[in-house]
Structures are given as structure tokens and as C-alpha cells.
């Protein structure tokens, strides 16, 4: 978890907020919160990264077609 913030960190100073790359890594980060047991704040960082993968890559791309399902599976009740 530690390594995937200073990466989220770095991307954004170096590519950009909304780069895939960034957004990519969000993903990751969010599905490793989630193996760790957190996944109110997991489903938080999924559903960031999905609005930023949709605006970027468009709600088509496959990044962003699985960080939606993502998120339908991890829908709280």
C-alpha cells in the first residue's frame, strides 16, 4: 500500500493527475485496499478512478469497463 501511494504520488507530479498511467495505478491501489480489508475506503478510490478512466479513456475502454464492475460488485447493500 505504502509503495502504490509514492507511486500515485510521483505519476501525478510527473504525468499528471488524469494520465491512464496515474489512474491505473489509483486502480491498483484501490483493489489492494481491498485484499487488505478496507473496502469502504477501496470502493472510495474505485469509484475515483472509474470517473477519472471514464472521463479519460471513455466509459468503452476496458480500464474503465472493469473498474465499473468493480464497483457494482462492491456496491454496499
Known amino acids: 500500500e505504502p509503495e502504490l501511494h ?16 496515474t489512474l491505473g495505478s489509483r486502480l491498483k491501489l484501490a483493489l489492494t485496499l481491498d485484499n487488505l480489508g478496507k473496502r469502504g475506503e477501496a470502493f472510495r478510490k ?6 477519472g478512466l471514464r472521463d479519460v479513456l471513455g466509459d468503452k475502454h476496458p480500464h474503465t469497463q472493469t473498474a465499473k464492475s468493480i464497483l457494482r460488485a462492491w456496491k454496499p447493500e
Open 46 to 51: 474505485m469509484e475515483a478512478a472509474y470517473a
Open 6 to 21: 509514492a507511486q500515485i504520488e510521483e505519476r501525478t507530479r510527473t504525468l499528471g493527475a488524469e494520465h491512464p498511467a
